[in-house]
């Protein structure tokens, strides 16, 4: 069992939807990274958060450090949303090495 | 643009080619790392620099051969290869740990597609 488990693996919706996309995690960490990656291949990097929740634009990230969970919203989705999401993990012991998650694919139909 | 070129994007090669990845920061980072993703895997680290000097290598087979000869480029050597390494290879750069301000923002390239044939 990876240590950093995504669902779900695939996910489809209409353009507008509300999304969420959520990562659970079973190592103590010291922070969390979300990103994106395009069908090129190319990851970038969208949130890292330690505590709490953060936004930029359309897009929400929280996380329950207790509950060893976090979750990524969009709001009104849009078909250029469309992508893989990742989570990854620093643990505490490791400050560069991430552990990733299998991503969740996901594909906003107009 | 995230700051972090590779070259070249396709690559398909031989089991018994030898050739070599590259990869280029303009970022001004001290931290360089491979990455390789394999198709339904998740991202798998391979190897880290910090200031030109091999960090971490993640069990990595001795056919993958990396270099780093400047804080600014690193290099992923290849040869005698197997058809299961075909995979995309990323490269990343952030600073390295206990750098003011870091956070261990990692920027990655656009990878390089390998395929082993």
């Known amino acids: 069992k990876n240590e950093v488990e995504q669902s779900p693996q695939n996910l489809t919706a209409q353009e507008g939807e509300f999304i969420t996309i959520n990562c659970s995690y079973s190592?103590?960490?010291?922070?969390l990274h979300w990103l994106q990656q395009h069908p090129g291949g190319g990851i970038v990097s969208l949130f890292m958060l330690s505590s709490g929740k953060k936004k930029h634009g359309r897009l929400i990230a929280t996380i329950n450090i207790q509950e060893k969970h976090s979750s990524l919203h969009i709001t009104a989705s849009h078909p250029r949303d469309s992508a893989v999401y990742i989570c990854?993990?620093?643990?505490?012991?490791?400050?560069?090495?991430?552990?990733f998650g299998q991503g969740t694919r996901l594909t906003i139909n107009p | 643009e995230t700051g972090v070129t590779q070259t070249p994007r396709h690559l398909v090669m031989g089991m018994t080619n030898k050739k070599s990845l590259k990869c280029e920061q303009h970022l001004g980072h001290n931290a360089m790392y491979w990455y390789k993703q394999s198709a339904k895997k998740p991202l798998e680290l391979m190897f880290v620099?910090?200031?030109?000097?091999?960090?971490e290598n993640n069990s990595v087979p001795s056919r993958f051969s990396p270099e780093c000869p400047n804080s600014s480029h690193l290099f992923l050597h290849l040869h005698t290869l197997q058809p299961e390494d075909s995979a995309l290879y990323l490269c990343?750069?952030?600073?390295?740990?206990?750098?003011?301000?870091?956070?261990?923002?990692?920027?990655f390239g656009a990878g390089t597609r390998l395929s082993v044939l």
């Open positions: 190592v103590g960490i010291s922070a």
């Open positions: 990854a993990v620093r643990s505490k012991q490791g400050a560069q090495k991430l552990v």
């Open positions: 620099y910090n200031f030109k000097e091999q960090t």
């Open positions: 990343a750069s952030s600073q390295p740990p206990r750098v003011k301000d870091d956070k261990n923002i990692q920027y």
